[in-house]
């Protein structure tokens, strides 16, 4: 009689009679199709979530476009890990049931990780290419640094180093404070560096002197890129609540 009502295979007459018996009325069978599709709520509230600015950044070079569908949309960079980003979500969406790879897929082709050039890894710098003799100056951050060079009330050239006062003073002279170093002492550091248009990481042998000059030779660029940044993330804030 199922057969014939619903005009359905004898099985599927089967599963019905046995699906009544075991969960009784109005009971549903249970998905068996792999993973659950995403709803489109859903869908819209993990793109919304990337980008959100405390998720990702807009590039701040205005050649950093990328088409989508024939219409230009311009780059924007994470500013913490894919890992970080799905931990907040669902820290942030306790009832939303989604896995890592279905929340990583729905990062949009715009949203980009950093690449080392364009990371202000200043900390992870230091930590790594210091030697272990020079251990407690673990505690001297990109924060220190800034806070000890740069104005007490900065202006546009003390991150582009043409401030008279605060420019004469290095990152190398910070550090010197802390320790007695003999510059002669055999160093060693990792950077990435742009050779033949790709870009590589480099592994240096050289002495603490040259490891110096080096940190602060990136100094300029950290300062003048963090400048960028916070200005950038200021002015976003001013054209959100102008909009609101």
Not at 146 to 160: A, L
Request: hydrophobic share 35%.
């Amino acid at each position: 009689m199922i057969q014939k009502w619903f005009n359905c295979s004898e099985y599927q007459a089967q599963q019905v009679l046995l699906l009544k018996k075991n969960k009784g009325f109005l009971a549903f069978l249970e998905y068996s199709n792999g993973n659950k599709p995403l709803s489109d709520s859903t869908i819209k509230l993990v793109i919304e979530f990337y980008l959100q600015d405390d998720i990702s950044r807009a590039s701040s070079r205005k050649k950093d476009v990328i088409q989508i569908n024939k219409v230009p949309v311009p780059v924007r960079f994470m500013k913490i890990t894919g890992r970080e980003a799905f931990q907040q979500f669902i820290s942030q969406n306790l009832t939303i049931d989604i896995g890592k790879s279905s929340f990583y897929a729905l990062r949009q082709r715009q949203i980009k990780f950093n690449t080392p050039l364009e990371t202000c890894g200043w900390n992870k710098f230091l930590k790594n290419n210091l030697p272990d003799r020079y251990a407690d100056l673990e505690l001297i951050t990109d924060k220190h640094l800034i806070n000890r060079i740069v104005c007490g009330i900065p202006f546009e050239d003390c991150f582009n180093r043409h401030c008279n006062t605060c420019s004469l003073l290095n990152p190398s002279d910070i550090l010197l404070e802390n320790i007695n170093i003999n510059k002669d002492e055999n160093a060693s550091w990792s950077q990435w560096k742009t050779l033949n248009n790709k870009v590589d990481l480099h592994h240096i042998n050289g002495f603490d002197y040259s490891l110096l000059d080096e940190i602060d030779s990136q100094w300029t660029t950290f300062l003048l890129h963090l400048h960028v940044t916070t200005e950038q993330k200021e002015y976003m804030k001013i054209s959100l609540f102008k909009f609101n």
